[in-house]
């Protein structure tokens, strides 16, 4: 009787700690101005888009927030995602950590704009 109730407890704590799963990616961008990206594909359900939360903490600045997920036929394609854009106002190279439990594809780094901002299941979400 012990071992499948074992088995239950091992699924349940298995599936909790999937829950909870973010990545997290810092980058020191160069001691100069422009424009930092970071390619992020929404977190998935069974095959269906879900909504995704974000947050930065660089330097002073601290933001948080949850990207909703698209509708229609954009919810079902892969990829689909969103496409962060951080202004880098000073030219100076302090740290900044990105979190998401979404996938990060491609960043963050600074410079031109990635592909993904004119494929019309991401979006861009300006920071």
Not at 9 to 35: C, E, H, I, N, R
Not at 76 to 104: C, E
Request: proline content about 8%.
């Amino acid at each position: 009787m012990r071992k499948p109730y074992r088995s239950t407890v091992l699924l349940l704590a298995f599936l909790t700690s999937m829950a909870a799963w973010a990545a997290t990616v810092t980058y020191k961008p160069p001691a100069q101005t422009g424009v930092i990206y970071t390619v992020i594909n929404y977190k998935r359900v069974f095959g269906t888009t879900q909504n995704t939360s974000v947050s930065v903490a660089w330097g002073t600045f601290r933001k948080s927030a949850t990207v909703p997920s698209p509708l229609g036929s954009c919810s079902q394609s892969s990829p689909s995602g969103f496409v962060l854009r951080l202004n880098h106002l000073k030219a100076d190279s302090v740290p900044l950590t990105l979190t998401t439990d979404g996938t990060i594809v491609r960043g963050p780094y600074q410079g031109a704009a990635p592909a993904e901002t004119q494929h019309p299941c991401y979006k861009t979400v300006s920071w």
